[in-house]
C-alpha cells in the first residue's frame, strides 16, 4: 500500500517539523471525480463528519412529522456544539419539547469545548451535564427517532437498538454502499461508527447536496438538513471554529462539517459536488489546513471566504510567551 | 523521498483508525548501528528530550564549580516537569541558592502539566508562574551559566546571547556536529532549537552513557546528569508520565526523555546505546508506544520493567463514558 501523499505539514522556524498525510475527494452525485489525492477507496471513519446524514432518520421514520423540528433543532442534530449558552439553552429547549430531558441523554458529560463556557462553569463550581457535550444535539435527535417509532428510549447507543439501526440505514440509503460489522467502532459519545471509502463519503455529500440518486423524502430531508445547518453555522460548531467561519462566510454555498480524529466532510452545493477527507494521522490542526486548501482551491471563494480559509490554510503556531515561531500550512 | 515505516496505529472497535509514521534509530557511541528504520538522516528538531545535552553547559562554564549544583538540581536542568508541588518548590529553591527568582525565568508561564496541580491552582484563583513552566528547570540551569559565565542573565534565551552560545557549543560537542542557522526554531520555551539527524542525537546520547570521544570534564558532566536524572525521575517528569516511570523501573539502568512534537531520546546505560525517535506527524501517544516498544525489544526488561513498558506499548483509547473503545499500539 502506497502512502498517501502529505497534505499540511507544521514548520519551526525555518525546516519542517511535522508532516501530515492524508487522502481527500470531490465528487458529483454521479460519482463523478472532480479532484482525489491519495487513497480514497480505504474505509475510514467519518465521526461526526456524517452527523447530517445519521439525521436523515428523523425524516426516514417520521420524527419530523410528529414533532416538526425546528431549523435550530436540526442544525444541532448536524453539531458538534461548543457548550456554549446558545448551544445548551437550545438543546434543553429541544428535549423539552419532546417530553424529555437531559437525564435521557446517553452520550455522557464532557466540559465544553469552548473555553470561555469551560470557564464560566468551572467559575460556578459547576460540573458539565451531559447538555454541555457536543453531541448532546445529535442525540436528541435520536431520541426522536425513538419516540417516532414508539420503542423504549433507553439504550438508544447501542448497535442492536432500532434507533441505531435506523441511522445505519439512513446512512446505507445515502451512501449507496453496506456499513458492515467488521469495521465497525463506537464513537467518543457512545454510539457507533462505521468505516466507508472517502469516495462513498464525498458521493453521499454529494446526493444530499442535489438530492440526485435519492428519493423524494431524503432529497427533502437532506436538503432541509443543509438549510438548516447553513443558515446556523453557530449551533453547528460555536465562535472561532472553522465549520462556524466558513458556513457563515459561503451564506449557504457551503455545508462544512469536521469529525474527529482528522475528518472533514460536506458540500459544495451550488455545484452539487461533496467531498471527503482525512488525516491519516488524527491531526485536526492539519486536517483544517487541508479543507481550507480543498475549498480556496475548488470552491471559488470571494475575497472575504478566500480571508476566513486562509487563516486556517495557514495557522501561526506560538511559543508559550504568544510569540510566532511557526505554522501549521497546507502543502 | 521514501515515506517513513508506520510504527505506531490506532484502533478503534476492529479497524485502524490512525497511522503513526516515523524513524528511529539505536546507535553505540562510535556510531555503529543497533537498530534502525526510516530515514534517520533527516534532520528533526529534537526539542525537550535533549535537556540533559543542553545542561553540559553547566560544566562546560564551570558554573557546577560555583554553585555544587545538588542531583535534584542537575534532574531538574533536564526535565520537562508537571508543575507539581515537588518541582515548583525545588525550582524555586534552585533559584533562590543562586540570589535569583521566578522574575529573572524567560520561559513564559503556562498552566502545569499535571492535572491536580492544575485544579489546585485554579480553585485557589492563581495564575501559573514560570516556576510552573515545564522548562523552569532547564531555564534555572542556564541562569546558573550566564552568572558562571559573567554575563547579563537578561536575554539569556536568545540564539545570540552568550548563554545559547554555551549550549550550542556543547551539544554541538556531545553530537559531533555543526548545528547550522539554516534549521532553526524557537521551542515552546523561547529558547532556540537546532534540527540533526536522529542518527546525531542518538549517537550524542551513547557518548554521554559511556564517556567515549568525550574529554573527561564532558564525560564527568554526562554521567552526573545522567544519575542525577534516573535517580529523580519523578523530578525530570511527573506523575504517571512514561520519562518518569520508566527511569523509576530500570534503576539507573536506562536515561529516558521525551521532547515535544513526538520526540523520544535516551541511552540504555548498561549496554552503552544511544536512541533516538521522531513520530513524523508529532502525536506523543504514538511517540510513547513507539520507545515503549523500542526499549521492550532492546533494553531487555524484566518483568516489571515490561509491565511499565507495555502500558505504553498498548494505550486504551476511551470514550465520554470513560469505556475502552480502542487502543493507540505500536504496530
Same mark, same amino acid.
Given at each position: 500500500?502506497?502512502?498517501?501523499?502529505?497534505?499540511?505539514?507544521?514548520?519551526?522556524?525555518?525546516?519542517?517539523?511535522?508532516?501530515?498525510? #492524508?487522502?481527500?475527494?470531490?465528487?458529483?452525485?454521479?460519482? #463523478?471525480?472532480?479532484?482525489? %489525492?491519495?487513497? /480514497?477507496?480505504?474505509?475510514?471513519?467519518?465521526?461526526?463528519?456524517?452527523?447530517?446524514?445519521?439525521?436523515?432518520?428523523?425524516?426516514?421514520?417520521?420524527?419530523?412529522?410528529?414533532?416538526?423540528?425546528? @431549523?435550530?433543532?436540526?442544525? *444541532?442534530?448536524?453539531?458538534?456544539?461548543?457548550?456554549?449558552?446558545?448551544?445548551?439553552?437550545? /438543546?434543553?429547549?429541544?428535549?423539552?419539547?419532546?417530553?424529555?430531558?437531559?437525564?435521557?441523554?446517553?452520550?455522557?458529560?464532557?466540559?465544553?469545548?469552548?473555553?470561555?463556557?469551560?470557564?464560566?462553569?468551572?467559575?460556578? #463550581?459547576?460540573?458539565?451535564?451531559?447538555?454541555?457535550?457536543?453531541?448532546?444535539?445529535?442525540?436528541?435527535?435520536?431520541?426522536?427517532?425513538?419516540?417516532?417509532?414508539?420503542?423504549?428510549?433507553?439504550?438508544?447507543?447501542?448497535?442492536?437498538?432500532?434507533?441505531?439501526?435506523?441511522?445505519?440505514?439512513?446512512?446505507?440509503?445515502?451512501?449507496?454502499?453496506?456499513?458492515?460489522?467488521?469495521?465497525? =467502532?463506537?464513537? +467518543?459519545?457512545?454510539?457507533?461508527?462505521?468505516?466507508? @471509502?472517502?469516495?462513498?463519503?464525498?458521493? #453521499?455529500?454529494?446526493?444530499?447536496?442535489?438530492?440526485? =440518486?435519492?428519493?423524494?423524502?431524503?432529497?427533502?430531508?437532506?436538503?432541509?438538513?443543509?438549510? !438548516?445547518?447553513?443558515?446556523?453555522?453557530?449551533?453547528?460548531?460555536?465562535?472561532?471554529? *472553522?465549520?462556524?467561519?466558513?458556513?457563515? !462566510?459561503?451564506? =449557504?454555498?457551503?455545508?462544512?462539517?469536521?469529525?474527529?480524529? +482528522?475528518?472533514?466532510? +460536506?458540500?459544495?452545493?451550488?455545484? +452539487?459536488?461533496?467531498?471527503?477527507?482525512?488525516?491519516?494521522? %488524527?491531526?485536526?490542526?492539519?486536517?483544517?489546513?487541508?479543507?481550507?486548501? *480543498?475549498?480556496?482551491?475548488?470552491?471559488? @471563494?470571494?475575497?472575504?471566504?478566500?480571508?476566513?480559509?486562509?487563516?486556517?490554510?495557514?495557522?501561526?503556531?506560538?511559543?508559550?510567551?504568544?510569540?510566532?515561531?511557526?505554522?501549521?500550512?497546507?502543502?
Amino acid at each position: 500500500m502506497d502512502a498517501n501523499p502529505i497534505l499540511a505539514e507544521a514548520v519551526r522556524g525555518n525546516w519542517v517539523e511535522n508532516r501530515h498525510r #492524508g487522502a481527500l475527494i470531490i465528487v458529483d452525485a454521479d460519482g #463523478g471525480v472532480i479532484a482525489s %489525492g491519495g487513497d /480514497v477507496n480505504r474505509p475510514i471513519f467519518p465521526r461526526s463528519a456524517i452527523k447530517s446524514m445519521q439525521a436523515l432518520a428523523i425524516f426516514d421514520r417520521h420524527a419530523i412529522d410528529r414533532f416538526h423540528h425546528t @431549523p435550530e433543532e436540526l442544525a *444541532l442534530a448536524c453539531a458538534s456544539h461548543h457548550g456554549e449558552d446558545e448551544h445548551v439553552s437550545n /438543546v434543553d429547549h429541544f428535549l423539552t419539547r419532546m417530553g424529555l430531558s437531559a437525564a435521557d441523554l446517553e452520550c455522557g458529560a464532557h466540559m465544553p469545548t469552548n473555553g470561555k463556557a469551560r470557564d464560566a462553569l468551572r467559575a460556578a #463550581g459547576r460540573d458539565p451535564s451531559p447538555l454541555h457535550n457536543n453531541c448532546s444535539g445529535k442525540h436528541s435527535g435520536m431520541l426522536s427517532v425513538a419516540l417516532a417509532m414508539g420503542v423504549p428510549t433507553h439504550g438508544y447507543v447501542e448497535r442492536e437498538h432500532d434507533v441505531q439501526r435506523a441511522v445505519r440505514a439512513a446512512v446505507e440509503y445515502v451512501i449507496g454502499e453496506d456499513l458492515t460489522e467488521d469495521r465497525c =467502532g463506537t464513537d +467518543g459519545c457512545s454510539i457507533p461508527t462505521w468505516a466507508a @471509502p472517502l469516495r462513498a463519503w464525498a458521493r #453521499g455529500f454529494a446526493r444530499m447536496a442535489t438530492g440526485r =440518486g435519492l428519493d423524494a423524502g431524503h432529497a427533502q430531508g437532506a436538503q432541509m438538513l443543509f438549510d !438548516a445547518a447553513t443558515s446556523h453555522p453557530h449551533l453547528v460548531a460555536g465562535t472561532g471554529h *472553522l465549520d462556524t467561519l466558513v458556513m457563515e !462566510a459561503f451564506l =449557504g454555498r457551503v455545508m462544512q462539517k469536521g469529525g474527529a480524529e +482528522g475528518v472533514q466532510c +460536506g458540500a459544495i452545493r451550488d455545484k +452539487g459536488w461533496g467531498y471527503a477527507l482525512k488525516c491519516d494521522d %488524527g491531526n485536526m490542526a492539519a486536517s483544517h489546513a487541508m479543507v481550507a486548501a *480543498l475549498l480556496l482551491r475548488h470552491a471559488d @471563494p470571494d475575497a472575504n471566504q478566500k480571508a476566513v480559509l486562509e487563516q486556517f490554510a495557514r495557522q501561526p503556531i506560538r511559543n508559550v510567551r504568544g510569540n510566532v515561531v511557526g505554522e501549521m500550512r497546507a502543502t
